[in-house]
Every structure is written in structure tokens, then in C-alpha cells.
């Protein structure tokens, strides 16, 4: 297993268009975290799976934002109608309950134009 | 609420050296769990130690240590003998509830000097 892979590694777009990300946890691992970080500050939580359940979302995940955990495998986190505001980075984490450590992947670095 | 602060936004240290990195947090559950991360410029984050609640002694992994102090909630990185690619941004977290999620601290840029 190779950790946790995030794709894209980069995305740039426009002001108002949709993007989705995708995270790929290591693979037995059930519970999925996504958090956003933007220039010089700590991550913040967004949300997080067990399986494929969504069982808690930050205030912060507006009705823009989405994710998906089918069949509990890989996620993904999509945003619809970019805002400046948006530009950040995306982390995802993965471990395995109850008493796994969490890794994470490298990032997806979002900015919005 | 949980809370984490990390007091130091940025950190100078010699070469060899040790530094400590202070954090403390806020939190009204008996079970919890302290974690430090490292980000470098690529920004991913790396795991460098873990320290329960319950743990009576004080984690170390390596050149990392934890210093502990369950009464006055704080939970200090030690870096011994410091290296050039210690340099990076450093959070301290805390696993939250039974969801486990993360709360993190604001961070610790730390520059080690030759």
C-alpha cells in the first residue's frame, strides 16, 4: 500500500466553475477525514466517513460543498460555484478505527481565478 | 469546546540545538489524544509522535519528544540535536469525541540556522 493519494495535486479555476477532488485512504482503513487549510494556518475539519456513511460535517461545508464515499473506498470532495475564498488546500486523512493513527495524503492546492 | 493554541509563529534554532515547540489545549473529556505533525513547503503532513491521556510517561520517537503536563494541559515538542531539515511547519492536534477527528493548533514555523 502505497498511503494515501490524492488527486488532482493542483487545480486552478475560474471563479464560479465546479471542481471535485479525489482521495484513494489506505485501503483498510475505514474512517476518511477531509480538512482545508488555507496559507498559514492549521487544517480545519470539514467532514469525515466511516465506511461509506457520512457521520459529521463542519459549519464550514456549505451547501456548495459536497463528498461521497461509495462502497466506503475512495472520496470524493466537490465544490460547486468557486469562490475566491475557496482557495486553499484540501487534505485528506485515513486510519483505521478505533486506535489507528491517521495519514495523510499530500493535498490537493485549490485556486480559484 | 476543544481547543488547541500554539503560541509561537515562528521559532529560530541553531544547528544541533534543541528547541521546544509549546502548545496547549482546552478540553472538558477524560480520553483524549495529543499528536504533533510536520509540514514541510510540499505540505504534506508527517507524524511525529503520540501521547495519550492516560499515558503516564512521556512519548518519544527518536530526536522527538513530548513533554507532557496533564495539569497544566500542555503537551511541549522537544527537537534534540536540531537539523537543517527540521525546518518546516509544525501543528500540534487533538483527536476529538469518538469521531476521532482533529483539531488542530495554528502552528510553528520553525527555521534551523547552519
Known amino acids: 500500500d502505497t498511503g494515501v493519494s490524492q488527486d488532482p495535486r493542483h487545480k486552478i479555476t475560474k471563479r464560479g466553475q465546479n471542481v471535485t477532488f479525489r482521495c484513494d485512504p489506505i485501503?483498510?482503513?475505514?474512517?476518511l477525514y477531509w480538512y482545508r487549510q488555507t496559507l498559514g494556518q492549521g487544517p480545519e475539519f470539514l467532514t469525515y466517513f466511516q465506511n461509506e456513511a457520512q457521520l459529521e460535517k463542519s459549519r464550514l461545508l456549505s451547501d456548495r460543498f459536497s463528498a461521497e464515499r461509495p462502497k466506503g473506498s475512495f472520496s470524493t470532495l466537490e465544490i460547486q460555484r468557486t469562490e475566491q475564498g475557496d482557495s486553499a488546500m484540501y487534505l485528506c486523512?485515513?486510519?483505521?478505527?478505533?486506535?489507528?493513527?491517521?495519514?495523510f495524503g499530500s493535498g490537493t492546492r485549490l485556486t480559484v481565478v | 469546546a476543544q481547543k488547541i493554541t500554539q503560541t509561537q509563529p515562528g521559532m529560530f534554532v541553531q544547528e544541533k540545538e534543541a528547541v521546544t515547540l509549546d502548545c496547549t489545549y482546552d478540553t472538558s473529556d477524560q480520553s483524549y489524544g495529543l499528536f504533533w505533525y510536520k509540514q514541510p513547503s510540499s505540505g504534506e503532513m508527517i507524524f511525529l509522535i503520540y501521547?495519550?491521556?492516560?499515558?503516564?510517561q512521556n512519548a518519544t520517537e527518536g530526536r522527538y519528544s513530548l513533554n507532557f503536563q496533564k495539569a497544566r494541559k500542555s503537551a511541549n515538542l522537544v527537537i534534540s540535536a536540531s537539523q537543517l531539515g527540521d525546518s518546516a511547519m509544525y501543528f500540534c492536534a487533538m483527536r476529538e469525541g469518538w469521531g476521532g477527528k482533529l483539531i488542530f493548533g495554528q502552528g510553528t514555523e520553525l527555521s534551523v540556522k547552519p
Open positions: 485501503s483498510e482503513h475505514n474512517r
Open positions: 486523512a485515513s486510519r483505521q478505527d478505533p486506535s489507528g493513527g491517521y495519514t
Open positions: 501521547q495519550g491521556s492516560y499515558d503516564e
